[in-house]
């Protein structure tokens, strides 16, 4: 599996980005997504996990009600809308996918990972 993050940027506290996952090689059903990030200095952090077949999602606290993830069958892309961006928010977002058919929060339980793209959040 080859994942392609996209989508990142700056942007002002309050505003909005949404970071997309294009994936490549293989089927996509049987596999959950997720979404981690690290900022400087710090562990990458669970943000935000899809199981593909029936789209069951679950959220970190810290970005539960302002983040949702989705995917799209048809591009076979997983996205991230982060709304109301906080400065902690500032971080390398990343994507990754492993083969399972329930939420995998543990980054160690993902064996293919994406490029990261930089989220930046100023006031």
């Known amino acids: 599996v080859q994942l392609q993050a996209s989508g990142g940027g700056s942007v002002q506290a309050g505003g909005s980005l949404r970071l997309s996952c294009a994936a490549s090689?293989?089927?996509?059903?049987?596999?959950?997504y997720g979404w981690f990030r690290q900022a400087p200095g710090k562990e990458r952090e669970f943000v935000a996990t899809i199981v593909w077949i029936g789209g069951s999602t679950v959220y970190a606290d810290s970005v539960k009600g302002r983040f949702t993830i989705s995917r799209d069958n048809a591009k076979n892309t997983v996205y991230l809308l982060m709304n109301s961006l906080k400065l902690e928010d500032t971080a390398v977002y990343y994507c990754a996918s492993g083969s399972a058919l329930y939420f995998l929060r543990d980054p160690g339980q993902y064996p293919y990972w994406g490029q990261g793209t930089q989220v930046t959040v100023s006031s």
């Open positions: 090689g293989r089927t996509f059903s049987g596999y959950t």
